[in-house]
Every structure is written in structure tokens, then in C-alpha cells.
């Protein structure tokens, strides 16, 4: 009888008429994977055999490639969420200093990120909110410099050149913007059983956190 070969090392060649990009798909595979079932399941809930069964892999392929649960964690983190946050504190960079801007162009950043990252959401939610989430330390100390230390710094400039309501508190402004976005994708599933209507989608709850906020945003003194 014979036994299947171990997977190749990246300096092994290959045998012929393995697919070249066999590993890398694989790879991606098994972070797909990871990504569901810490973000439905939780983090401390999901052994490696479980993630290698839901990739159609064996748990030695998922040690193969990252080692152990920790490392694996690790790299979902720097390969999937970091990536995703910095993108977004880059483009708003990018965006002019007036607070309204910075505001549509974070709620228009997140919707996008959700449309193609569904998963963001509940791990937001189960892992870094929820005591004891497996990426609170973790992401929090990244985090921070990438979107809620730059964006209270801009509003702090703009609430001092009076362009920002004075009685907002810039720090707590970037609070409620991340408590619009990411809690009602992840509660989506209640409010919208609440509300059954095909107009409530992803478009419309953006239009509508941008006019809940915009008002807000105006310096009483300048009406």
C-alpha cells in the first residue's frame, strides 16, 4: 500500500503535473477557513482539526503551514484583518480635512470592507469586544495608531478651527462611528427580522448613518 507524500517545501521541486500554485491555494484555503470559524464559532472554540476539515485538508498540512493554533492566528491577523484596516486609514489620509468627508469616507470604507469581508463583523464583536476576546490585546495595540488615534486627531483639528460641533468630543466621535458601522452589520440578522424590507440593504443603512451623523456634525454657531 502506499502513502501519500508530505507536502513540498517551497525549496523542494516539484513533482511533475502538481499544479504550481497548488500551496498557495491551499494556504489561502485553510485562512478562509480560519476566518469563519473563529468569527462564527470563537476563537477558543475551534481546535486546528476542525479549520483543516472545513479546508478539505489534514490537521498536519495546517501545522505544516503555520505551525500551531497561535500562529495561525497570528497570520489571519497580519494577512487578513491588519491589511483591511490599514487600506482603510490610508484612504481616509487621502481624504480632505473637513469632518463630514472623513466621516462618509469611513462609513463608505467599512461598507466596502463588510460587501467583501462579511466575517468582520462577528469577529469584530466575539473577539475584541466580548471579555476575554482572543484579538482584543492583539488588535487593540495595532490598531489604535491606524484609525482611532488619526481620526480623533482630525477632528480635533477641525473642532479648532470651529468647523466641528464644540460640544462634541472628538475621542468619543470616533467611538460612535465605529459603533454605526460595524454593530449593525453584525446585527443584521435581528434587526433586519425586525424590519423584513429588500430597501433596508447595505446602501441604504450607509445613507442613512451619514444623515444621523451629519447634522451633528455642524457648528451650531455657524447656523
Known amino acids: 500500500m502506499t502513502t501519500s507524500a508530505p507536502p513540498l517545501s517551497?525549496?523542494?521541486?516539484r513533482a511533475p503535473g502538481r499544479p504550481a500554485?497548488?500551496?498557495?491555494?491551499?494556504r489561502e484555503c485553510l485562512l478562509d477557513a480560519a476566518l469563519h470559524a473563529f468569527s462564527h464559532q470563537g476563537i477558543a472554540n475551534i481546535s486546528l482539526r476542525v479549520i483543516a476539515s472545513a479546508a478539505g485538508v489534514t490537521p498536519?498540512?495546517?501545522?505544516?503551514?503555520f505551525g500551531n493554533k497561535e500562529k495561525l492566528l497570528a497570520t489571519v491577523v497580519e494577512e487578513?484583518?491588519?491589511?483591511?484596516?490599514m487600506g482603510?486609514?490610508?484612504?481616509?489620509r487621502q481624504i480632505g480635512d473637513e469632518p463630514i468627508e472623513l466621516v462618509?469616507?469611513?462609513?463608505?470604507?467599512?461598507?466596502?470592507?463588510?460587501?467583501?469581508?462579511p466575517w468582520l463583523p462577528p469577529l469584530w464583536v466575539r473577539e475584541v469586544l466580548?471579555?476575554?476576546g482572543g484579538l482584543r490585546d492583539l488588535l487593540m495595540s495595532r490598531l489604535a495608531p491606524l484609525l482611532p488615534h488619526m481620526l480623533a486627531a482630525r477632528f480635533t483639528a477641525a473642532q479648532q478651527r470651529g468647523a466641528l460641533n464644540p460640544d462634541l468630543d472628538p475621542r468619543l466621535l470616533v467611538?460612535?462611528?465605529?459603533?454605526?458601522?460595524?454593530?449593525?452589520?453584525a446585527a443584521a440578522p435581528i434587526w433586519r427580522g425586525f424590519f423584513p424590507a429588500a430597501e433596508l440593504d447595505d446602501d441604504a443603512l450607509a445613507r442613512h448613518t451619514i444623515a444621523l451623523l451629519e447634522h451633528g456634525l455642524e457648528n451650531p454657531h455657524e447656523r
Open 10 to 13: 517551497p525549496s523542494t521541486p
Open 175 to 185: 467611538v460612535s462611528l465605529i459603533g454605526l458601522t460595524l454593530f449593525p452589520y
Open 21 to 26: 500554485g497548488e500551496s498557495i491555494v491551499q
Open 104 to 117: 462618509r469616507g469611513f462609513i463608505q470604507g467599512m461598507r466596502g470592507i463588510v460587501a467583501q469581508h
Open 60 to 65: 498536519a498540512l495546517v501545522n505544516y503551514y
Open 130 to 132: 466580548c471579555e476575554g
Open 88 to 92: 482603510l486609514g490610508q484612504s481616509l
Open 80 to 85: 487578513r484583518v491588519l491589511p483591511l484596516l
